[in-house]
């Protein structure tokens, strides 16, 4: 263990499992008495289909609904002008707290909203795309999608329930979504360990690091990754609840959750901001989920911190095997995208961002230090550029010896998912 002082936080309560919304109402009951309900038109109807709604008025809350992104020009996105159109409905409305039920945008603008209405937040995922859920954090984007900041919290969501048999409902790509975003945190945590970064625990005292369960955490979703990431794709394309896929939606939001908030981000996530940068070219119908970009993120880690061989190969086809993408073609750029000027903007916005989580790494504390007579440069710069050119071309050759397997049945158009969904 590393010396100095350590802090870790979680959630308040966890629930987890197949009609798990039943009890939500009465759970809800103790922290909120008139909670503002956010989500999207898909993840309201489920929960109201699941029971959340009548579960509330059986307990005697009253409600509020708004539909995220709803009739703006923006769309759902997790940006100031949406928050500050839910936050003054719930201030009109008098709500104490808020309930949101979606993915990890709706999640992180219902944390905020609920942070400035002064009262608690209530996250009920209704798919397991990121582990936005636990954490006492908001990422922040333009109106635009490009990456602006990150927002901190005194506390963690009070409560975070989870009906598995609304996610076995969802596409099979938000599963995988969820699995590529938890797939790097052993490595973005071992990257923190290595240089005694801070953690995400930033409020209402930046203490320093995790102890040490944090990274045990990240650790063992690795080995829960290998072990079930299959299987639990299987029953999400069955659109059935197997002890495999409760395991996947367990590791993707818990462990995953608490791993990164109390263990720390590195390269992975900061490859990922910097792709925000350029990912507008990539066509409509080919838009890569956030999973799907940070973990490619993760791949371009462990090569720019020339990691094992062995460790690089059998990241990269667990990955292929669950659906995950290894080039750019993959992630869904035009043949020849990104060229070296937009693959540059990205490595500038993935290392000269201030918020970048890149920064966790021990080359970004390379540059110009004298070692003896000599000076020891690196670029971070032209180290991930060139990171992420090589990440492209092992992925090809990895690629043609490991096919990726198609998230669904019949692969559907990004625009038509995202439509339906």
């Not at 219902?110 to 002064?118: A, E, T």
């Not at 209704?126 to 582990?131: E, G, P």
């Not at 938890?182 to 801070?198: D, H």
């Not at 263990?263 to 990912?279: K, M, N, P, S």
Request: charged content about 25%; some cysteine.
């Amino acid at each position: 263990m590393q010396p100095g002082l350590k802090m870790m936080i979680f959630p308040r309560r966890f629930v987890i499992g197949p009609g798990a919304m039943k009890v939500a109402g009465k759970l809800a009951k103790i922290y909120v008495k008139k909670p503002l309900i956010i989500g999207g038109k898909r993840a309201l109807e489920a929960c109201r289909k699941a029971g959340l709604q009548s579960g509330l008025e059986k307990e005697g809350v009253k409600y509020v609904e708004a539909v995220f992104g709803e009739k703006v020009p923006y769309g759902p996105e997790c940006c100031e002008p949406e928050i500050e159109r839910l936050t003054k409905i719930g201030r009109e409305n008098g709500c104490d707290g808020v309930i949101t039920a979606g993915g990890g945008k709706v999640i992180d603008t219902g944390k905020i909203v609920g942070d400035k209405l002064g009262g608690e937040s209530i996250v009920i995922p209704t798919i397991t795309a990121t582990d936005a859920p636990t954490s006492a954090l908001s990422v922040v984007y333009t109106p635009d999608h490009v990456f602006k900041e990150v927002w901190y919290f005194n506390l963690n969501p009070a409560m975070v329930l989870i009906d598995s048999k609304i996610v076995a409902e969802a596409p099979a790509r938000w599963l995988a979504g969820g699995m590529g975003d938890a797939a790097s945190k052993k490595f973005e945590g071992r990257a923190c360990v290595r240089t005694g970064a801070k953690n995400l625990a930033v409020k209402p005292e930046w203490l320093g690091a995790g102890p040490d369960l944090a990274f045990l955490i990240c650790e063992n979703q690795w080995e829960r990754l290998k072990a079930y990431g299959e299987a639990a794709m299987d029953a999400a394309r069955k659109k059935v609840v197997s002890p495999q896929l409760e395991a996947i939606i367990e590791t993707n939001v818990l462990f995953s959750g608490l791993g990164f908030e109390s263990c720390g981000l590195g390269a992975a996530h900061g490859v990922y901001y910097g792709l925000t940068a350029i990912e507008h070219y990539i066509p409509p119908e080919k838009f890569p989920t956030h999973g799907e970009l940070v973990f490619w993120g993760g791949f371009v880690q462990l090569i720019s911190e020339d990691a094992p061989m062995s460790e690089i190969l059998e990241y990269a086809t667990w990955g292929h095997r669950v659906g995950l993408p290894l080039t750019f073609e993959e992630i869904g750029f035009k043949p020849g995208e990104p060229n070296d000027e937009m693959l540059w903007k990205a490595a500038e916005k993935a290392t000269l961002d201030p918020g970048s989580t890149i920064h966790t790494e021990f080359y970004m504390n390379m540059q110009a230090k004298e070692i003896g007579p000599y000076k020891n440069i690196v670029d971070p710069v032209e180290h991930i550029f060139y990171s992420m050119k090589a990440a492209d071309e092992i992925g090809k050759r990895i690629a043609s010896q490991v096919p990726r397997v198609p998230y669904e049945a019949k692969w559907v158009p990004y625009d038509a998912f995202m439509k339906k969904h």
